[in-house]
C-alpha cells in the first residue's frame, strides 16, 4: 500500500523545500513537493524528484559497518558488526590520543545534510568532550558572505524571500537561480509580471538572465569594483539618500573615498563591462522602489569576495532602499531562526584553549611535519572533501596517508569514503526527525523519519551517541535523546515559535518567522544588530580580525589565461547525488567562440585543463554564454567522471579570500588545449 508522508528537503540549497514522500513497503518511491511551505509551494528541483529514492534504496547506499581491507583509496571493504566497529574506532583513536593528545583528533565535516540534528548536534558535543580539535568549516562555503552581512548589519535577516514578489527592481547578483535558488524564479516571474525590471549580473549567462531586462557579464572576481562605480553613479544623480545615511550608517566618508577610485569608465574596463550599462543600472536602482538585490555564493568564491559583497551590501543603504516591504538586501535568512547553538552543541565540554583549523587547512596540516600536534585521526562525516576542497591532489595525498586513522560516517560510498578505515553508515534524513530553518527563506519546518532506517544504518545523532558510550563518556549531555537535543536547538521561549516547543512543531505546515506579528523589514520591524545599531560600511570588527575595515579591489595576476569558474549543477547538490547515473558522465566546459578559435578547438572536443596543480580532461562546449577569458564547468563530479583521477577541484587555488579566510574556487586559472 501507497503512503503519502509529509518531510523536508535536507540539501545544502537556500530554499529547503517541503516535501510529500510516497512511500510503499517500507521504502521510497517518489519524492514531491507539497504545500506545507508556502514560499516553495508545491515545487521541488528535478534532481531531487528524481534522485532521492535512489539515493536512499540504490546499490551505492552503506548498510553495513565496514573496516578497510584495500589499500586507501581503493574501496575494498569487508563488512563488520557494530560493536566490532565501535571498539575498532576506540581503540585506534584512543592510541592516537594516547601518543598525541586529543586535539590530533578532527572532526572534518560540512554541510551534506541541513538538519540541526545531522548538521551538528551530539557530533559537536562528542568531540567538546573528547577534546578534539574545533573546525571552522564556514571558510569552505558561506563564511565570507555571512561574515560580510553580518559585519554590515548584524544578526539580522534580511529581506524575506516571498517579498521579492512585491519589487520593482530585482538585481539577481552571483545568483544563479534557476540551478540553485528555485523559489526565487518564481518571485521574480511574479514581480516581472506585475511590471518589475530584472538585471543579472554574472559572468555567465546562466538561464535567468535570458529573462533579465540587462545582463551585465563582469570578469569573475571585479564585483567589488562594478559596486562602487554604482555608488560613484548614484552620488553623480543625486541618488544618495543623505537623511537616511546621516541617521543610519557607519562609515560612508570612507566607503564612498575607496568608491570614487573607480568611477563607471574606470570600472568598465577593469569589470569587462559596458560603461553604459553601469549607468542604467544605477539610474534604474535610483528610479525603482522598492529594489531588491539577491545574491548568491558565486561571487564570494575569489580573492575579493568579501569586498565584494560588502561593497554591494552599502547600495541599499546609500540609495534609501531600507524601510519598506520588498525593497533592500535578500541576505541573512538564517538570524530570522530562534538558534542556540550554544545549548545544542556544549561549546563549554571543550577544554579551554583547544585549537580551531579552518577547514580549508586540514588536507595541509596533514602533511606537514611542523604541525604540533599533527593531526592523526579524521571523523568525516556529512561532507565529501576529496571532491568537494580546493587542491584535491593536496587532499588525497594528505587522506592515503597510512598514519591518519579516518573514521567515515555517510550515507554513500563516496570517494572520498574510499579512504577510510572504518565506515559507519548514516541514515538519511528520510529515516530520522529534524529540525529544518532554512538559509535563504524564513519559514521554519520540522519532519518526522518515513522510513525506518536501511539496514544498519544509524542516525548521526545515535551514532555519536554510541561512540560517546564507547569512548566511557558517561555525561547526560551525551546520551540526550533527538526530542531533547530539538528542544535544545531553538529557543522554545521566543516568540517567533509561538509557544510550540521545537521537537512539537507540526510537520504538515511551515512557521513564518516574525516580528511581532510582521514580516522583517530592515528599519521598520527589524534593525541592525551591529555594535553601534547602525550599518556598519567602515568595520572596526573586519578591521582587528582581517585588516579589511572597507571593501576593497586586489587583482590577480596569473601566467594562466583563463579564469575557470565552477557554478552549480542542475545534475547534483554540489557533489550529493554524485555516484548515480543522472550524474555520471563527463562534465561539459564552456567556452567563448573567440577563445576556441585562438586555440583551434572544435565543439565536442575532448580537452585537457589544466595549471600547476593539476589536470582535468572535459568535453567542450563552445557557447556564447560564457565571456571571453572565462571558462566554465560544473562543481562537484565524482572520480567516475574523470579519465586521470582528478576533477575540477584540482585546479581550485589554496590561496584564502579577503573576509573570513574563504575558499576561492572561482580564482582558478588555467589553460585549455586539445589532446
Ligand atoms: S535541492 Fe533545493 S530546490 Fe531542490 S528540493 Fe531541495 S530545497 Fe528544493
Redesign the pocket.
Known amino acids: 500500500m501507497k503512503v503519502e508522508k509529509p518531510s523536508v528537503?535536507p540539501?545544502d540549497?537556500p530554499?529547503?523545500?517541503s516535501?510529500a514522500v510516497t512511500v510503499s513497503a517500507g521504502e521510497v518511491i517518489a519524492v514531491k513537493?507539497s504545500k506545507a511551505n508556502p514560499i516553495?509551494h508545491g515545487a521541488?528541483?528535478a534532481?531531487?524528484a528524481h534522485s532521492y529514492p535512489e539515493f536512499v534504496h540504490g546499490p551505492n547506499r552503506l548498510r553495513y559497518p565496514l573496516r578497510r581491507v584495500g589499500s586507501k583509496g581503493e574501496g575494498r571493504f569487508e563488512r563488520i558488526s557494530w560493536p566490532s566497529a565501535l571498539e575498532l574506532v576506540r581503540e585506534r583513536v584512543g592510541e592516537v590520543i594516547k601518543r598525541h593528545g586529543p586535539q590530533a583528533v578532527v572532526p572534518f565535516n560540512y554541510a551534506g545534510p541541513h538538519g540541526m540534528l545531522a548538521g551538528d548536534s551530539m557530533s559537536l558535543r562528542f568531540f567538546h568532550r573528547l577534546g578534539a580539535s574545533r573546525l571552522s568549516r564556514t571558510p569552505l562555503c558561506g563564511g565570507i558572505r555571512s561574515t560580510a552581512y553580518a559585519a554590515t548589519f548584524g544578526a539580522t535577516p534580511g529581506t524575506p524571500l516571498q517579498q521579492v514578489s512585491l519589487a520593482k527592481l530585482i538585481i539577481v547578483w552571483g545568483n544563479n537561480a534557476t540551478a540553485c535558488n528555485?523559489?526565487l524564479v518564481r518571485q521574480i516571474n511574479q514581480a516581472k509580471r506585475a511590471g518589475a525590471k530584472l538585471v543579472v549580473i554574472d559572468p555567465r549567462r546562466v538561464r535567468i538572465a535570458e529573462q533579465a531586462q540587462l545582463h551585465v557579464p563582469l570578469r569573475p572576481g571585479t564585483d567589488v569594483v562594478l559596486a562602487f562605480a554604482l555608488a560613484v553613479e548614484l552620488e553623480r544623480l543625486g541618488a544618495l539618500d543623505q537623511a537616511f545615511i546621516s541617521r543610519h550608517v557607519v562609515g560612508f566618508e570612507p566607503y564612498m573615498s575607496a568608491a570614487r577610485a573607480f568611477p563607471p569608465a574606470r570600472a568598465a574596463q577593469i569589470c569587462g563591462v559596458e560603461e553604459g550599462d553601469i549607468r542604467t543600472l544605477a539610474r534604474w536602482y535610483q528610479e525603482s522602489s522598492p529594489a531588491v538585490i539577491a545574491w548568491g555564493n558565486g561571487l564570494e568564491r575569489n580573492r575579493n569576495g568579501g569586498s565584494g559583497l560588502r561593497a554591494i551590501a552599502a547600495l541599499p543603504a546609500l540609495a534609501g532602499k531600507f524601510g519598506v516591504e520588498g525593497g533592500g538586501l535578500m541576505g541573512g535568512a538564517g538570524h530570522a531562526f530562534p538558534k542556540t547553538l550554544e545549548r545544542l552543541t556544549l561549546p563549554e565540554l571543550a577544554p579551554a584553549g583547544t585549537r580551531t583549523i579552518n577547514i580549508l587547512d586540514v588536507s595541509r596540516m596533514i602533511l606537514d611535519s611542523e604541525v604540533d600536534p599533527p593531526i592523526r585521526a579524521l571523523f568525516v562525516y556529512n561532507h565529501n572533501p576529496l571532491i568537494v576542497h580546493p587542491n584535491q591532489n593536496l587532499m588525497r595525498r594528505a587522506l592515503a596517508r597510512e598514519d591518519v586513522f579516518v573514521v567515515g560516517i555517510e550515507v554513500a560510498m563516496t570517494d572520498t569514503m574510499a579512504y577510510a578505515d572504518v565506515v559507519l553508515p548514516a541514515s538519511t534524513h528520510f529515516e530520522h526527525a529534524d529540525l529544518y530553518p532554512a538559509y535563504g527563506q524564513q519559514y521554519l519546518q520540522r519532519a518526522e523519519p518515513v522510513i525506518a532506517p536501511v539496514a544498519e544504518s544509524l542516525p548521526n545523532t545515535e551514532i555519536f551517541r554510541r561512540l560517546a558510550a564507547a569512548f566511557g563518556f558517561t555525561e547526560p549531555a551525551l546520551s540526550a535523546t533527538d526530542p531533547e537535543l530539538m528542544d535544545a536547538a531553538l529557543d522554545p521561549k521566543d516568540p517567533r515559535l509561538q509557544g510550540i516547543r521545537p521537537s512539537a512543531l507540526p510537520t504538515d505546515r511551515a512557521l513564518k518567522m516574525e516580528y511581532a506579528g510582521a514580516e522583517p523589514v530592515l528599519f521598520k520591524t527589524v534593525w541592525p544588530r551591529t555594535p553601534s545599531g547602525k550599518i556598519e560600511l567602515w568595520s572596526a570588527d573586519l578591521d582587528a580580525r582581517f585588516g579589511m575595515p572597507l571593501p576593497a579591489y586586489r587583482r590577480l595576476v596569473s601566467s594562466y589565461p583563463l579564469t575557470l569558474i565552477t557554478p552549480s549543477s542542475e545534475r547534483r547538490?554540489t557533489s550529493t547525488f554524485g555516484g548515480l547515473p543522472a550524474s555520471d558522465g563527463t562534465p561539459l566546459l564552456e567556452m567563448h567562440p573567440e577563445d576556441a578559435a585562438v586555440r583551434g578547438l572544435a565543439d565536442g572536443a575532448r580537452v585537457r585543463v589544466w595549471n600547476e596543480q593539476g589536470e582535468v580532461f572535459l568535453l567542450l562546449q563552445i557557447t556564447g554564454a560564457v565571456r571571453p577569458g572565462v571558462v566554465c564547468t560544473e562543481k562537484g563530479a565524482w572520480m567516475r567522471t574523470s579519465s586521470n583521477g582528478q576533477t575540477v577541484s584540482a585546479l581550485a587555488p589554496a590561496h584564502k579570500a579577503d573576509l573570513a579566510e574563504g575558499a576561492c574556487f572561482n580564482d582558478a586559472r588555467v589553460e585549455v588545449s586539445s589532446l
Open positions: 528537503c540539501l540549497c530554499d529547503t523545500c516535501l513537493g516553495t521541488i528541483c534532481k531531487v528555485l523559489h547538490i
